[in-house]
């Protein structure tokens, strides 16, 4: 089978987790996990980082050390992995959400912008909701596959009307915008190192912020609020959320690599832009690499008939898939209120399929995929 995404994983990893065994240093206590925390944020130009279980489990932290609760509104998009929306329902806020741009895939700022000025109200400098009074209590914009959203724009927006940002890049670890990278323009951020990401530690995330203050509270939390290291005595409800020093050592060994990585995304989005031109109605993710240079998460394409196109492909073993289903028709969420014009979430869901775009794919396998789908669109 070719994979749709799968880790890289080497000697240098394997040595490390040895070493981790060997010292005995396998559970939330270990010297791996605060110099993972260092390193990761040095990285993406933050000055602290808060490594947790998972992806989702930082971000639920983010959103409650930003202040969410219970009855308040959060801006999100429409088209995202669940987790993004989950997040929000932990702390028993309601996300609002918010149609895409079509062509790049991200929340569109118009729409968000739009809604500030026509359905809030700015008080004690803080933005409610003019129908239900709710308070706008942040705004999550996502890195959806690793491209990045118009941030400059939408932080300006949330700066104006009183609005923490909390940016969800749990995809785009190693994307740039403006030369900043993803998880460092808003006031929080989450990563995620699942297995099917740039780098991995088996399952994990991290907060970051540079915001002291911000950062001791989600530590605290994530080590279930004790207070006194000498005995159990915990003054908050807090979270089993920590991650394990050794999935950090491997996340340190994946972090050594990330640049090779990041290349051979580079790599694997420029040998399908390629080989897949000139298929008509055939599309692919938009950015402008003057603004950003995306980590290429997944290789992303757009055609009415990619529904008939993963058949195809799953019957060679070419493993794909679509695009999140749009939250607003998830069952649970679908009460939720949609901001759109033209519904390009669900469009843009129907005809997506993302491909094998594993940083250890090789050509051969690139070109089989590539050949499979160029025999299969241009059959008429």
């Known amino acids: 089978m070719i994979p749709l995404s799968i880790p890289n994983l080497?000697?240098?990893?394997?040595?490390?987790?040895?070493?981790?065994?060997?010292?005995?240093?396998?559970?939330?206590?270990?010297?791996?996990?605060?110099?993972?925390?260092?390193?990761?944020?040095?990285?993406?130009?933050?000055?602290?980082?808060?490594?947790?279980?998972?992806?989702?489990?930082?971000?639920?932290?983010?959103?409650?050390?930003a202040g969410v609760g219970?009855?308040?509104?959060?801006?999100?998009?429409?088209?995202?992995?669940?987790?993004?929306?989950?997040?929000?329902?932990?702390?028993?806020?309601?996300?609002?959400?918010?149609?895409i741009d079509p062509a790049t895939l991200q929340i569109d700022p118009a729409l968000v912008q739009k809604y500030l000025e026509e359905e809030t109200?700015?008080?004690?400098?803080?933005?409610?909701?003019?129908?239900?009074?709710?308070?706008?209590?942040?705004?999550?914009?996502?890195?959806?596959?690793?491209?990045?959203?118009?941030?400059?724009?939408?932080?300006?927006?949330?700066?104006?009307?009183?609005?923490?940002?909390?940016?969800?890049?749990?995809?785009?670890?190693?994307?740039?915008?403006?030369?900043?990278?993803?998880?460092?323009?808003?006031?929080?951020?989450?990563?995620?190192?699942?297995?099917?990401?740039?780098?991995?530690?088996?399952?994990?995330?991290?907060?970051?912020?540079?915001?002291?203050?911000?950062?001791?509270?989600?530590?605290?939390?994530?080590?279930?609020?004790?207070?006194?290291?000498?005995?159990?005595?915990?003054?908050?409800?807090?979270?089993?959320?920590?991650l394990p020093n050794l999935n950090a050592a491997l996340g340190r060994a994946q972090l050594v690599r990330i640049e090779p990585f990041l290349n051979q995304k580079r790599e694997i989005h420029a040998f399908y832009t390629e080989a897949l031109a000139g298929i008509p109605n055939l599309e692919s993710i938009q950015f402008d690499p003057a603004e950003q240079a995306p980590n290429h998460w997944l290789h992303t394409i757009f055609h009415p008939e990619t529904r008939q196109l993963e058949e195809v492909l799953n019957m060679f073993d070419i493993q794909t898939r679509k695009l999140w289903v749009p939250i607003n028709r998830l069952p649970v969420y679908r009460d939720c209120r949609y901001i759109q014009v033209q519904d390009h979430s669900h469009t843009r869901y129907e005809h997506s399929l993302t491909l094998p775009s594993s940083t250890g794919i090789t050509d051969a396998e690139l070109q089989e995929v590539a050949e499979r789908i160029r025999t299969f669109l241009n059959r008429t």
């Open 70 to 99: 219970h009855g308040d509104l959060v801006l999100a998009p429409n088209l995202t992995f669940v987790a993004s929306v989950n997040a929000v329902s932990y702390r028993g806020a309601e996300p609002v959400l918010f149609d």
């Open 10 to 65: 080497g000697e240098a990893e394997s040595e490390a987790v040895a070493q981790v065994v060997r010292d005995g240093w396998v559970s939330s206590a270990g010297p791996d996990v605060t110099r993972f925390e260092e390193e990761i944020a040095a990285y993406c130009g933050m000055r602290f980082g808060v490594a947790t279980s998972s992806g989702t489990s930082a971000l639920h932290l983010a959103l409650q050390v």
């Open 121 to 242: 109200e700015f008080r004690q400098g803080k933005s409610y909701a003019k129908e239900g009074g709710q308070r706008i209590a942040a705004l999550l914009p996502v890195h959806v596959m690793g491209y990045s959203p118009d941030l400059p724009r939408l932080v300006a927006l949330a700066r104006e009307r009183g609005i923490p940002v909390v940016e969800d890049a749990a995809e785009a670890l190693g994307s740039r915008y403006q030369e900043k990278h993803a998880g460092s323009h808003g006031l929080l951020s989450t990563l995620s190192f699942n297995g099917n990401k740039v780098l991995t530690t088996g399952g994990g995330g991290m907060v970051l912020t540079n915001d002291p203050q911000l950062a001791e509270t989600a530590r605290h939390l994530s080590t279930q609020a004790k207070s006194f290291s000498a005995e159990y005595i915990h003054d908050r409800v807090g979270y089993n959320y920590r």
